[in-house]
């Protein structure tokens, strides 16, 4: 509904009497799309305690990303369920930028790799271990494509301290791009700039709201004309399972690369190689080079994986399953 759009706040959507559903059970984004909720009103509230209390009230029906540390007072909620529809989960990735010194040095990257631990990310982050999965895997834990080779996830600091030298890090200032407004990545940027102190780099954390993050981070220039050095994100890990969609090991540089700007003819070479490839065996082969190549350069550090359940009013029925929310086939009885 155009006339009530307000970005930020509020985005409402009416059923469409004229479409006719395909007539099959619906099966993620494919199968019949049967809409059984005539209106739905997706409300943007920054605070998390205002949502959770709101759900428990019956004052909302779904909260999409409630914070782990609320899960206990939801569970407790007689009127509310905890599920997780996107059983594959997150994956938060550390990225660097290819285009600015210091990153634009191999050693300065490896150094970051070596300074960081990815269990400190996910403790931070997540805290609860049942939530969470400590893993190198770029193309994701638990796909045809996971491997560990790399990366250990854990620290090295003296290693990182010589990489630094090597390098010839002279101090540069290392400008993070810190979204304020969203923990789930809020976390990142607080334990990244600490570890990075740890080994004697210059960081500024440069606190915005996510929507400013997204807008910077398109910026090629130096940090001090407006662009970065350095970002964290969290993507649904379905984006990341096979080498060709996952953006973070594109290799094309500033023209038609992703976001940090990676170019590297050998990871390109690898990657045609493996859209070529039709033999599975072949396929992992491939992507298990790709992911040392990766760490080799560093495209970017994986921060780990995690789950996040939904919430909603046990009046909701038949929601869909998938990496994203989905509100076809959908029923509310009360």
């Known amino acids: 509904m155009t006339a009530e759009f307000q970005p930020g706040v509020?985005?409402?959507?009416?059923k469409n009497p004229d479409y006719v559903s395909r007539d099959e059970p619906s099966d993620g984004t494919g199968g019949g799309k049967v809409v059984k909720i005539g209106r739905y009103e997706w409300i943007s509230v920054p605070d998390f305690q205002i949502a959770t209390n709101a759900i428990v009230n019956d004052e909302i029906d779904y909260f999409e990303v409630p914070p782990h540390d609320h899960h206990p007072m939801l569970a407790r909620a007689s009127n509310v369920e905890l599920t997780d529809y996107n059983t594959l989960g997150f994956s938060g990735m550390c990225r660097m930028n290819w285009l600015v010194p210091p990153f634009d040095r191999p050693e300065i990257r490896q150094a970051v790799l070596h300074a960081v631990n990815q269990k400190d990310w996910l403790?931070?982050?997540?805290g609860?271990?049942?939530?969470?999965?400590?893993t190198p895997a770029i193309f994701v834990a638990g796909t045809p494509f996971e491997s560990a080779v790399g990366w250990s996830t854990k620290a090295d600091t003296a290693k990182a301290r010589e990489l630094l030298k090597q390098g010839g890090y002279k101090?540069?200032?290392?400008?993070?791009l810190h979204a304020t407004d969203a923990p789930i990545i809020t976390a990142l940027g607080t334990v990244t700039a600490e570890a990075l102190r740890s080994i004697g780099m210059n960081v500024s954390l440069l606190a915005m709201d996510w929507g400013s993050v997204v807008a910077r981070r398109a910026k090629q220039s130096m940090p001090a004309e407006g662009g970065w050095s350095l970002y964290h994100s969290t993507w649904a890990s379905a984006d990341l399972v096979n080498p060709i969609g996952n953006a973070c090991v594109n290799g094309k540089g500033k023209n038609g690369g992703f976001f940090g700007w990676v170019e590297d003819a050998e990871l390109e070479r690898l990657r045609d190689n493996f859209a070529r490839t039709a033999a599975s065996p072949d396929q992992k082969a491939l992507a298990d080079k790709i992911q040392a190549r990766a760490y080799e350069v560093v495209t970017h550090v994986p921060t780990g994986q995690y789950n996040q359940p939904a919430a909603t009013r046990k009046a909701l029925k038949d929601i869909v399953r998938a990496p994203v929310p989905l509100f076809w086939n959908v029923d509310k009885t009360g």
């Open 10 to 14: 509020k985005a409402a959507y009416e």
């Open 123 to 126: 403790d931070t982050q997540i």
């Open 128 to 134: 609860n271990p049942d939530y969470y999965k400590i």
């Open 171 to 176: 101090g540069e200032q290392i400008t993070i």
